[in-house]
């Protein structure tokens, strides 16, 4: 460490915290080290000049000084110790005045330096006293001994002893006004920059702030148009098993009529029940969020039984539900999860996809990772619905049968895909299907895990 670096750190650390003190403390706190080494100095240098009685002066403001930078700086006391170093200070002076020639001695140098020191080391609300007693007092002092010239005797042996005592006195005072001046223009400069770091870091929080309030307002605005979508089309489904029920209740029907109204009436009452589960499920995530309990698992094992049911559903649509998974693959997942997150995207799959079409569910191992694939030969999508298919800026869909959604089970599956640190992404070209890929971690090793939740698009030429 350099020598002056070392300088400024002992001084900080001997002036005060900057955490702890403010400004005015750690320079009233400068102001009482500078005078303690200057008196110090002046002790010894009056009594070798002849001078024994400022010598035992400024060793009592030696004292002085030494304890009221105790008391200030130690026990964190200044409203005590700046009034007791004026007062001091006005005493010693005063006396030195007397004791040391009066106007010839250098006295006059040292009530101008004590004036600067109290205007320094005081409060602004008490230099209308400090200033005029300090201004009166020296005043007093010369129209007395202008009036009364024999108080005040000539102190100095020979002219040699003058002459060192003005020009140590200079020396002393200029190297205070330095020392004070300099550690003043220094600390606010200081004050200064970190105030202006404070404010620039503040600026830019705000600017934060504003920002994540901007996205709070596009989120919730998204989330109002959801709940709307959401309600229309509960509503209309409800609607429809309405008048289902009032046909079946007010009207004699034919065999034929009732069982096609039945069958209506279950459809529908299935695709509504679906739709409120998936916003059951989506919202218990937004409020009490995602919480995955992953553990090893077969991953054959784990989707049997949903497979077979959406193999179910695909073959009463007239679809092929092809799925082949190893026996031996397992995953660090959340079952349930996983579940949820591959009965969606097959639901889909099966919702966009006409009467003999082919949805084929494969799983391969690649870089300690479990990549489930869901390829259909359905509808596809265009390249504005890609950009938005994981996203909240959503709207009322139809699959080929007129079956309706909204895109929760997809919002439902990238929430649960990222709990379980994994991906979730997909290939889409228009008329020629869609493929949904689903990367799961097959261990609980840290370098396997996968780098956060990405939504990738690609779009087949």
Not at 72 to 97: A, D, M, W
Not at 144 to 152: D, G, H
Request: aromatic share 12%.
């Amino acid at each position: 460490m350099l020598p002056q670096q070392y300088f400024y750190q002992l001084w900080a650390r001997l002036s005060g915290d900057p955490s702890k003190f403010p400004l005015h403390a750690r320079i009233f706190h400068s102001v009482c080290l500078i005078s303690i080494f200057a008196l110090s100095y002046n002790v010894p240098f009056n009594y070798i000049i002849g001078l024994p009685n400022i010598a035992l002066a400024s060793f009592f403001g030696l004292v002085v000084a030494c304890a009221v930078y105790y008391i200030s700086r130690f026990k964190n006391r200044p409203e005590i110790s700046i009034p007791i170093v004026n007062i001091s200070g006005l005493l010693l002076f005063t006396f030195n005045y007397f004791m040391n020639s009066g106007i010839s001695g250098p006295t006059d140098l040292y009530f101008l330096l004590f004036l600067l020191l109290s205007i320094v080391i005081s409060p602004t609300n008490e230099y209308k006293f400090w200033i005029p007693v300090n201004v009166g007092m020296f005043l007093i002092l010369g129209i007395a001994e202008y009036l009364s010239p024999e108080t005040f005797p000539n102190t100095y042996d020979d002219r040699f002893s003058k002459f060192i005592d003005h020009l140590s006195s200079y020396l002393v005072v200029a190297a205070i006004t330095f020392f004070c001046t300099y550690y003043i223009r220094r600390s606010y400069e200081n004050e200064k920059l970190i105030t202006a770091e404070k404010s620039e870091a503040i600026e830019k929080q705000n600017e934060q702030i504003i920002e994540k309030n901007r996205e709070l307002e596009g989120i919730n605005a998204e989330k109002n148009k959801l709940m709307s979508i959401v309600a229309h089309d509960l509503r209309s489904p409800l609607g429809s098993i309405q008048n289902f029920l009032e046909l079946l209740t007010q009207h004699d029907l034919e065999e034929q009529q009732k069982l096609d109204i039945e069958n209506d009436l279950l459809n529908a009452t299935k695709n509504t029940l679906a739709m409120l589960s998936k916003l059951l499920d989506w919202s218990k995530s937004q409020l009490y969020g995602v919480s995955a309990r992953p553990e090893m698992l077969n991953l054959s094992k784990l989707l049997q039984s949903t497979l077979e049911l959406e193999a179910d559903i695909a073959f009463r649509k007239g679809i092929t539900l092809d799925y082949q998974l190893s026996p031996s693959m397992s995953v660090f997942a959340d079952g349930d999860m996983m579940q949820i997150v591959v009965r969606n995207i097959i639901g889909n799959a099966i919702k966009f996809t006409k009467s003999g079409g082919r949805i084929m569910v494969r799983a391969k191992s690649e870089h300690n990772q479990c990549v489930i694939s869901v390829q259909d030969d359905g509808i596809g999508m265009s390249a504005e619905k890609s950009e938005s298919i994981f996203s909240l800026n959503v709207e009322s869909t139809y699959g080929t049968k007129n079956e309706k959604g909204v895109g929760l089970g997809l919002l439902l599956c990238i929430e649960f895909v990222k709990a379980q640190n994994g991906r979730i992404w997909f290939e889409s070209e228009p008329g020629n299907g869609t493929c949904f890929y689903i990367s799961i971690p097959t261990s609980n090793a840290a370098d396997t895990i996968a780098p956060g939740l990405t939504s990738d698009i690609q779009l087949r030429a």
